[in-house]
Structures are given as C-alpha cells and as structure tokens.
C-alpha cells in the first residue's frame, strides 16, 4: 500500500546532539513537507521540497536542515542549534503543483533529555 | 502573509447538540482542508474544499466554504462521544506546492 513512513516513532536527544527524522513515501508524489507540533497549537511549516535536489524554508527553518538527494525520501536533521526542539514532527507528501491532497505520515515525538 | 483563525479553539458540549466551529482566512485560497486528529496521532483528512459555495458531508460533519468571506465552516449534527478529537483547518495558497497553513485547532470534547 502507498503512504508516508516515519521513523522513529519516538526520539530522546541529549542537549548539544544532533538527530534525524526520517521520512519515506512511495506514493511518487513530488512534493514533501515538514511540520512542527506544539501541545495545544497548530502545525507550523519547516521545510518543504517541490522536486529533488531543492527545498525551500518554512516559517521555522532555524536550527533545522534537510536534504532531498531522493523523490521518496526527504530527512529532517535537528540540530544543537534548535533551542526547544521537544515537538510532534510531522512528514506529509502531496502530488505536485494544481492537484489537491495532502498525505502525513505517523509523525515521531522528539523529547530532549 | 497568509494566517488562519479557528474559533473556538476548545468546546465542550453534550450528546446530541449540534454546533460549528468557525475557519477564518486572510488571503485568497486555493483550498480549504479540515483535519481530524485523535491524541498522540497523525492527521486524518476529513474534507478538502475547493470552490466557492462548496459543500461537503461525512456523516455528522458537514463542511462549507465562502471564499468571498474567506470563511469556511465545520458543522457538526447530533454530536456523538466518537467526535471527540481536535480538528484543524488548513488552507492552500500556493497553488499545491508551498504547503498548508494551519489554525491553531479546535479542541472538541462531547460529553454523554
């Protein structure tokens, strides 16, 4: 079956550590997104990538990178330069440009210890 | 810059009433999308709107937008316990590529 596959479902960082999120779609969708999820708030966009090899940042870019080397996979590294990185992160795909429909992935709860 | 408004952002209210949440937007959409989300869990596509006038209906829920208003509304009938969950939406200006902007969620509880 098609979707998006987040990994890991939880992440514990230690202050000062970088981590990565993985996210994976086989739905040949050329679009990717990240969402950041604080308690009682709304998403709020990271990242997001029309077509391999290019992205573009969001609202909250900093302290956070990506890369895009692959159609199916679009990784978000969280860096020590992101002060409060505890969050819900979301990962979601959507067919190009004038077609409707967003897909999200499970999404992986990254906790600082 | 694009913002979107949900009101209310929490509501509590018994088995069997009906109530609308309220979506407001500040710039010319695309689309419209409503979400459901369950705690700890991802987002569940309940609606996606895309012209003015457009109605849609799932069960209890039913969903409108007025793009003149740049308003869009989430209806709910005959409220059940299994409603419970907070609901989003989400609007599209970027012609499909630029990703969706968000209000800050309604947070529905439905008491028996």
């Known amino acids: 079956d098609g979707g998006i596959t987040q990994s890991p479902k939880y992440l514990f960082r230690k202050e000062g550590q970088n981590v990565t999120l993985s996210c994976e779609q086989n739905l040949n969708h050329d679009a990717m997104y990240w969402y950041r999820q604080d308690p009682g708030q709304g998403l709020r966009l990271i990242y997001y990538?029309?077509?391999?090899?290019?992205?573009q940042k969001g609202d909250i870019a900093e302290g956070y990178s990506v890369s895009r080397e692959k159609k199916e996979s679009f990784p978000l590294t969280v860096t020590s330069a992101q002060k409060n990185p505890t969050a819900f992160y979301l990962c979601?795909?959507?067919?190009?440009?004038?077609?409707?429909?967003?897909?999200f992935g499970s999404g992986t709860r990254l906790t600082v210890v | 810059e694009l913002k979107v408004e949900q009101n209310p952002l929490f509501l509590s209210m018994q088995e069997g009433k009906n109530y609308t949440i309220y979506c407001n937007y500040s710039t010319t959409s695309d689309r419209l999308y409503w979400y459901r989300q369950d705690p700890g869990k991802s987002l569940e596509s309940l609606f996606v709107?895309?012209?003015?006038?457009a109605v849609k209906q799932e069960g209890r829920l039913m969903a409108s937008l007025d793009t003149k208003a740049r308003l869009s509304t989430l209806h709910i009938t005959a409220a059940v316990h299994d409603l419970s969950a907070t609901y989003f939406c989400a609007v599209d200006s970027g012609g499909g590529a630029d990703g969706l902007t968000f209000g800050k969620g309604t947070h529905l509880i439905i008491q028996p």
């Open positions: 990538s029309q077509i391999v090899n290019d992205f």
């Open positions: 979601a795909s959507s067919p190009f440009a004038g077609v409707s429909g967003y897909t």
């Open positions: 709107l895309l012209s003015n006038g």
